[in-house]
């Protein structure tokens, strides 16, 4: 049963995560694969890696109000292979997002204007040898650290949602890289 003109808030994030091939340069699609789709030839995504039930859009009647994101380079892959300090600046240093919704470009900013929020505390034992190492993550470690989104976007009830990652460099060994979305979502109530 649900109850004309009375709504659920819900302050969650969405959050993705796609695999970045060891190869050169290409763009990564967030949000594309849902819950339980495919994430490598041997895994399928887990609450883990996203919390989008369905392909580009949230659930029907829940709408959202995004204010910020972040980006965040997993320090693990889902393969279990550890990320090297080279892909991760890769990463940072060539990659830029665009957030389209509806099919529509909404923002359109470098990898490295967007922090971490709560991803891992970074530290490498050896920077100079840029060898695989421990637990990255840009920007300062809290969940406060995202890119704001000065007047906020409007995701509504099925409309498709994209962020589009693109990145230039060539990626040593395979690298996920998670996205979250900010902000509030409104569902009616049942």
């Given at each position: 049963m649900r109850y004309a003109g009375i709504e659920n808030v819900i302050?969650?994030?969405?959050?993705?995560?796609?695999?970045?091939?060891?190869?050169?340069?290409?763009?990564?699609?967030?949000?594309?694969?849902?819950?339980?789709?495919?994430?490598?030839?041997?895994?399928n995504k887990t609450?883990?890696?996203?919390?989008?039930?369905?392909?580009?859009?949230?659930?029907?009647?829940?709408?959202?109000?995004?204010?910020?994101?972040?980006?965040?380079?997993?320090?693990t892959a889902s393969g279990g292979a550890r990320v090297t300090l080279a892909d991760y600046l890769i990463v940072y240093d060539?990659?830029?997002?665009?957030?389209?919704?509806?099919?529509v470009s909404f923002a359109r900013l470098s990898a490295t204007l967007t922090p971490a929020g709560a991803a891992e505390v970074q530290y490498f034992s050896n920077i100079a040898a840029a060898a695989t190492e421990?637990?990255?993550?840009?920007?300062?470690?809290?969940?406060?650290?995202?890119?704001r989104i000065d007047k906020p976007l409007i995701l509504e009830d099925q409309e498709s949602i994209q962020v589009d990652?693109?990145?230039?460099?060539?990626?040593?060994?395979?690298?996920?890289?998670m996205l979250v979305l900010y902000g509030s979502q409104t569902r009616p109530v049942r």
């Open positions: 302050t969650q994030p969405i959050y993705d995560t796609v695999q970045l091939a060891a190869v050169g340069g290409g763009v990564a699609n967030f949000f594309a694969i849902p819950l339980n789709g495919a994430l490598t030839a041997a895994a609450f883990a890696h996203t919390n989008l039930i369905q392909a580009g859009r949230l659930e029907k009647g829940i709408e959202m109000t995004i204010t910020g994101l972040s980006l965040s380079v997993r320090d060539t990659g830029h997002l665009n957030l389209m919704i509806g099919g421990y637990k990255m993550g840009h920007g300062l470690s809290t969940v406060s650290n995202y890119y990652l693109t990145v230039g460099g060539v990626i040593a060994a395979v690298t996920d890289v």
